[in-house]
C-alpha cells in the first residue's frame, strides 16, 4: 500500500490550510459546518437544520475539472465530513467581499441582494448568497428555471423569495470578479496539494477515517476493514452523527476515487460510475433518458445533488429512494467489484429488503448500467415540490404490440419496505389491449396488491390510492404517445 497521509489540505481564505487531527483534536468526521464555525472569523455560515433542508450552511468548494476550468459547486457544509475537501478550494461568505483602502467592497452577489431587498433577518443571507455565488461561476445569464433550481435548497423565512431571484437574475452575467482574476493561482495550489496524491488515514480517539485516492486502494482497504462504514457523498450518512448523534467508528469514504466517476455510453446503453455526483449526472446525460432527467429535476436540492452519488442512492436500499422504481423500470443492471474481480446483476436482484442488498462486505458498487429503453415514465408524489422525500413514487415501462402489452413493468417506492413492482398487475395487463377499460381494472388489482405503511407522510389508504391513480395519470399523459409509437 502507498504511503499515508495523516492530515488533510485545502484552500481557504486563499492560502493553504493543513489540518492534523491528531494535535488539534479534531474528530476526522467533524462537519465543514462545525470546523468553520470552531473560528471566530468564520461564523457567517449558520446552522439552521443540520440535516441538508434549509441551506444555512452553504458553502462553495472549487476545483479545475478534467479540462482545467474552475468549478464551483454550492454545497451543504452540514454535511460534509472535513477530509472530504482535501485538495479543494473551500469558499464561505467571508470571503466574498475585498477590503480596498479601508472600504469594504461588496462582492456583486451582495450588492444585489442589497439593491434589490432581498435580506431581511439575514440567518439564511450568507447561504442564499454563497448558492448565488455558484451559480454566476456556472451559467452565464441562465434562465429562471436555472435560478429557481439553484436555490430550491435555501429557505427563506421572512424576505419572500422574489426580491432574491431578482438578484440572482441580475448578477448572473457573466462579469469576472476578483476570484476569476486568482483563479491560475489557486490552480496552481491545487495542482501542488494534489502532487501528494497518498491515501488519507487518520486515527484519533476511538475513530478512523480511511480516504483512498484509488479504486485498487479502496478494496485493499475494505478488505482489511470489512466493519467500516463506506461513505460517497455522505448525504445519507451523515445524518447518523447529525441527528442521531452516533459516533461512526470507521469510515472509508470514496469521494476521492476518480475511477468511480465516469459515464460511458454505447448505443444501446450507458453505463454510470457509482461514485458520480447526481448533479453531474443531470449535466452528462444532457436530456438523453428523459425519464431519468425528470426524476433529477425533483431530487433533493442542487446543494444535495452535487455530493450524492447513484452509488449512494442505491446503497441506501431506502424503500423512499427515488432512482429505484425508475432504474427497475430502466431494467438497469449494477455492476460489484471487489479484489477477486466484477460480478453483475440485475438490479432488482440486489434489493434484498429493507435497506438491504446483495452486496458482500468485501464489495463497493462500481457502476449502473442503464438501457436505453424508450417508453419510460416517472413520477413523484411528495408533500412539496422541491426538496421533499417521496411519499409515493413510480417508474413505469411499456412496449406494445399492434396496441396490446407486450412488456410492462409498474415499479413503485413508498408501498413496501422496500422499492418492488405490481407483479399481479403487469400480469394481469400483460397481452390485454391498453385502453382505458383494461387500466381502470388493472387499478383495482394495483390498489390491493400493497399493504404500504402510515407514517408521519401519509396514511396506508392514501399511497394505495395514489399507486392507483399514478396507473391511470401514466395511461392518460401516454396514450396518443404510445399508440402512435405502436
Ligand atoms: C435534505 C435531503 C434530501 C434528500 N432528498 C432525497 C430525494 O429527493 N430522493 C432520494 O432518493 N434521496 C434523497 N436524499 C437521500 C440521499 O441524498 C440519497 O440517498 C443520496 O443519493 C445518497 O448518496 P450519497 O453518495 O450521499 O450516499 P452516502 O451517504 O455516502 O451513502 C449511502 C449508503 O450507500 C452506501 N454506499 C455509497 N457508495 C457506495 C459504493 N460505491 N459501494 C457500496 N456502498 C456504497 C453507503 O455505505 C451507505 O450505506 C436526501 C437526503 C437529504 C439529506
Ligand atoms: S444546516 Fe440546514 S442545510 Fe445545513
Ligand atoms: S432573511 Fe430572514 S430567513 Fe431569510
Known sequence: MAALQKTVRFILDGKTVTVDFEKERFSPTITVLNYLRSFPNHKGVKEGCAEGDCGACTVVMAEPDNSGKMIYRAVNSCLIFLPMIDGKQLITIENLAQKKDNKTILHPVQQAMVDLN??????????????IFALQKSHVNPSREIVEDALTGNLCRCTGYQPILHAALKVSNGQPDHFSEKENFIKKELANLKSDHSDI???I????YIQPKSLKSALEFLSEHYDAMVINGSTDVALKQTKKFELIPKVIDLSAVQELKFIKEEDDQVEIGAGLSLESIKSKLNGQF???????????????????????????????????????????KIKLIDQSGERTLNLEDFIKGYRQTDLKPSELIYSVIIPKHQNIWFHKISKRKDLDISTVSAGFRLNLDHGKVKDICLAFGGMAAMPKRAKQTEAFLTGKVWNETNVTEAMKFLKEEFQPISDARSGAEFRKLAAKNLLLKFFEERKDEISTAR
Open 290 to 332: 428523459q425519464a431519468f432527467h425528470e426524476m433529477l429535476k425533483v431530487f433533493a436540492s442542487k446543494q444535495i445533488r452535487e455530493l450524492a452519488t447513484l452509488g449512494g442512492n442505491i446503497g441506501t436500499a431506502s424503500p423512499i429512494g427515488d432512482t429505484l422504481p425508475l432504474l427497475f423500470a430502466y431494467d438497469a
Open 118 to 131: 432581498g435580506s431581511q433577518c439575514g440567518f439564511c443571507t450568507p447561504g442564499i448568497v454563497m448558492s
Open 205 to 208: 480517539e476511538g475513530q478512523t
Open 201 to 203: 488515514f487518520i486515527n
